[in-house]
């Protein structure tokens, strides 16, 4: 055995990085064909996976094996094919940068460990809190993805507002608001009943003089409201709430506001985007998740706060610094990110964010926005036009949501049906207490021929009898 195995040399680093770009090469060159889910025969690759590691080690090509055979299981998040939930994509500049990263493995959570990186990471930020024409003031934060990002600005939002006082704190999100906006309320300490649902308009949107009326009862009855979460477009239908008027309640009536931007808030690096998200630029705070609209891999989400200062004050006032860290100066101009956030160690995930969007140049993502938003409006007229089917909702941002003239059980079976061609993946949700199957259009590999496809395989679908 090498004496130091954990430690490989420029040449055997080059052979496995050789087999591991050999195996990106042949998923890649796949992924057009690759089926959009497959769960037949796991039995054979869970078990294949399971074996504890051994003493020696087992040869990289034989492990990568393995790491290919798991991979094809499940679904195909990564292909032009995936239209289910909220896709990403998975750019492979990104995981370059990736490598990159976690083999320098500088300390990214405090400035001065790697004062170059953190400013990497800082200038990205800014230039979102450019992007959304925040104040110089405005900080930012790297999360693992928006559930995260939604989790810390309701814990920003109620130190700002509430301090330690939670028990009669109260905040608001619509009825289309995403899960995790009550998930973050439940771990920031507020009680369920803090959390007030707040009806749509038939358009799906927050009706704002039901939240202006909620917000009213509540403070006559000795509650407090704080918050109110919108949506820069939800993810059953990617609708955008009315941010202006919600932002001029907020102001009035001086609560926090959040704009839940996960799915939508790339969108506005578009000029169409940006019309459909207009008054974002009036929000307290708002969550984006990369790893959807900027098609980074998982793991990537976005706060951006209005008032930095609150962000900070929210989390390095959480307690006080142990002694170990005595050691620690902090710097000026560079941002400890550990007093933004809960983490103290993280992943530079900075990285993964400025490699692509330096490289391939903002142009490039603002044009494949674009054409996610082109291809909604096509995929919507398209199968508005053909006969069997309703689409209640023409699309603010790209995401398509239709059921078919039938029941409940037909549109089971049309998305059965058009699933188990294995060429598109489609999901369902309820809207109104009606299912609806929708068509989540966000992929960067995702192009004309596969939306088209798409159409088609729906059209048959819903033309055969129940
Ligand atoms: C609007 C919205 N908010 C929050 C989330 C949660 O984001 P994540 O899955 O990155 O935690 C999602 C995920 O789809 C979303 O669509």
């Known amino acids: 055995m090498a004496a130091h195995p954990l430690e490989p040399d420029g040449a055997e680093l080059g052979t496995m990085v050789e087999a591991a770009v050999a195996l990106i090469g042949r998923f890649l060159d796949g992924l057009p064909r690759a089926p959009a889910s497959d769960l037949a ?162 358009d799906l949107r927050m009706d704002v003089d039901a939240l202006a009326s909620a917000v009213e009862a509540d403070r006559k009855a000795g509650l407090r409201p704080f918050l109110v979460v919108a949506s820069g477009g939800t993810t059953n239908t990617g609708t955008v709430d009315p941010l202006g008027e919600m932002a001029d309640l907020a102001g009035e009536a001086g609560l926090w506001l959040h704009v839940d931007a996960a799915y939508g808030g790339f969108f506005q690096l578009t000029d169409r985007g940006r019309r459909r998200l207009r008054g974002i630029e009036r929000a307290d705070s708002i969550a984006l998740d990369p790893h959807k609209g900027l098609f980074l891999p998982y793991g990537t989400g976005a706060l951006l706060v209005r008032d930095g200062e609150r962000l900070r004050a929210a989390h390095s006032g959480a307690g006080p610094k142990g002694d170990y860290m005595q050691d620690i100066v902090g710097l000026e101009g560079v941002p400890d990110f550990a007093d933004y956030g809960p983490e103290l160690s993280r992943d530079f995930r900075g990285l993964r964010v400025w490699l692509p969007l330096h490289l391939h140049g903002v142009a490039a993502f603002r044009a494949a926005l674009d054409e996610k938003l082109d291809l909604a409006r096509h995929a919507h007229t398209a199968l508005a036009a053909g006969p069997g089917l309703e689409l209640p909702w023409t699309p603010d941002l790209s995401i398509v949501a239709f059921r078919t003239r039938g029941g409940r059980d037909d549109d089971r079976r049309l998305l059965e049906r058009v699933n188990a061609t294995r060429r598109v993946l489609l999901s369902s949700t309820e809207v109104q207490g009606r299912r609806y199957s929708r068509l989540a259009i966000l992929s960067h590999r995702t192009h004309r021929d596969r939306v088209d496809e798409a159409v088609e395989l729906i059209r048959a679908a819903a033309r055969l009898p129940a």
């Open 41 to 202: 025969e796991l039995g054979p690759v869970l078990e294949a996976v399971s074996p504890p590691p051994t003493d020696g080690g087992r040869p990289l090509d034989e492990l990568l094996g393995t790491l290919e055979q798991a991979a094809a299981k499940g679904f195909e998040t990564a292909g032009p094919g995936y239209l289910a939930f909220v896709p990403g994509g998975g750019l492979v500049s990104a995981a370059l940068a990736d490598f990159l990263a976690c083999t320098l493995n500088r300390f990214t959570g405090l400035a001065a460990p790697a004062p170059g990186l953190v400013a990497m990471e800082a200038g990205v930020l800014r230039w979102l809190c450019d992007q959304f024409d925040l104040p110089p003031q405005a900080r930012g934060l790297f999360t693992s993805g928006g559930s995260m990002a939604n989790l810390v600005a309701v814990v920003t939002a109620r130190t700002a507002l509430l301090g330690d006082d939670l028990g009669p704190g109260t905040l608001y999100a619509s009825s289309q608001a995403h899960h995790s906006v009550a998930k973050a309320a439940r771990l920031a300490g507020l009680s369920g009943a803090g959390l007030r649902t707040v009806p749509c308009t038939p």
